[in-house]
């Protein structure tokens, strides 16, 4: 009673009182910046590259894109887990939780496919928009999945990111970036908010099989599920597309950076999320489309608008908002495991006795 009392406590206990505890939130902070804006970074590879290769050379093969980062994955942590043996090893995975991960995998690569899709139905406006549906959606899925509780400033703090989009958005329309209006709006809107709720839910899973399993089994798994599913489906809806490719070294590079972008983004990711939260990674890579936008000055002569700056800075505020309070994790109401230190964000933990050991209960659960 009294170690359950000791770790109620510390749920609740503020981690940046006294000198120490505010070096440690600083650090963690910056910490957590750094990491979201490296996401960010490989996250602008893949659309500059992407929007390069469509607008230089007529390439339009999201699916195909897609099959090269799971192949990458397939070919890197599968062959991983191929060579575990034990509960761990590829086969008894399959074997126990094969038809969760064909899911995860089926939301994973339609979530991808349906966010590219919309672009040619609806305008960059909606699309930025509407993709930040994905974050009140993750939300909901942590708060009754991975038992995330929050506080007024977390809400707070997403508003105020929310605000950043909105005056990014508003600096693209002044810069005249909406020259498309789309052919058929409702269908493109409908695809990023489809896309963005797909996104919610591989990411909720991600965070869970990250923090309870490994992260060489999530990316394993979704390598393997990814390539079959992708290249079935680039099979089905994108080989004549395939075949019209002129190909030259120029649009081979530019397939090889944004494989390495996506594959680094998708390796990378799990470790950030490990130590943060997803909510909080997805509040991070906000900035991304800012990132494409100052490429974009360079290879793309867009107009430059004071507006972006205030986006990002505004963007930064709301990200840094959140991460300086942990979210609590709610109990359960059985008996409690005496490792969980009911904090969302790993980085902000309390010392812990020494003599506490973790609890694996769940660690073979998905």
């Not at 970074?41 to 050379?57: D, H, K, M, N, P």
């Not at 126990?96 to 960059?124: C, H, P, S």
């Not at 494989?259 to 130590?275: H, N």
Request: proline share 2%; hydrophobic share 50%; aromatic share 12%.
């Amino acid at each position: 009673n009294s170690k359950l009392k000791d770790r109620q406590r510390s749920v609740h206990t503020p981690v940046c009182l006294g000198a120490s505890g505010l070096v440690h939130c600083i650090k963690h902070i910056l910490k957590t910046i750094i990491l979201g804006q490296m996401l960010s970074l490989f996250i602008c590879g893949t659309a500059v590259t992407s929007q390069y290769l469509a607008e230089q050379y007529q390439v339009n093969t999201p699916m195909f894109q897609s099959f090269i980062n799971y192949s990458l994955l397939l070919l890197v942590y599968t062959t991983m887990l191929a060579f575990r043996t034990g509960s761990d090893s590829l086969w008894q995975i399959l074997k126990q939780r094969w038809w969760k991960y064909l899911f995860l995998g089926l939301a994973d690569v339609e979530a991808n496919y349906m966010i590219v899709k919309a672009y040619q139905y609806t305008t960059l406006t909606s699309v930025q928009l509407l993709d930040c549906f994905g974050i009140p959606v993750l939300m909901a899925l942590s708060w009754f999945i991975l038992r995330a509780r929050y506080r007024l400033i977390h809400f707070l703090a997403v508003a105020v990111c929310l605000l950043g989009v909105g005056t990014m958005v508003g600096a693209d329309i002044l810069a005249g970036r909406q020259e498309s209006e789309g052919s058929d709006v409702v269908i493109g809107d409908v695809l990023v908010l489809l896309g963005a709720s797909l996104y919610a839910i591989s990411n909720v899973s991600e965070e869970y099989i990250v923090k309870n399993l490994s992260r060489v089994e999530f990316l394993g798994m979704v390598g393997l599920f990814g390539t079959i599913i992708s290249g079935l489906q680039l099979a089905i809806v994108e080989h004549r597309e395939l075949m019209r490719i002129q190909w030259n070294w120029k649009i081979a590079l530019l397939f090889a950076v944004f494989a390495l972008c996506m594959f680094g983004l998708y390796s990378f990711m799990p470790v950030v999320i490990k130590v943060t939260s997803a909510t909080s990674v997805n509040l991070g890579i906000l900035t991304a489309d800012l990132y494409s936008l100052f490429f974009g000055l360079f290879l793309f002569f867009y107009k430059f608008s004071g507006l972006y700056i205030l986006s990002f800075v505004i963007i930064m505020v709301g990200f840094i908002l959140y991460c300086s309070t942990p979210t609590r994790t709610a109990e359960p109401t059985a008996l409690p495991q005496p490792g969980s230190t009911g904090l969302d964000n790993a980085a902000l933990k309390l010392e812990e006795n020494d003599s506490e050991t973790p609890s694996h209960s769940a660690s073979r659960r998905i």
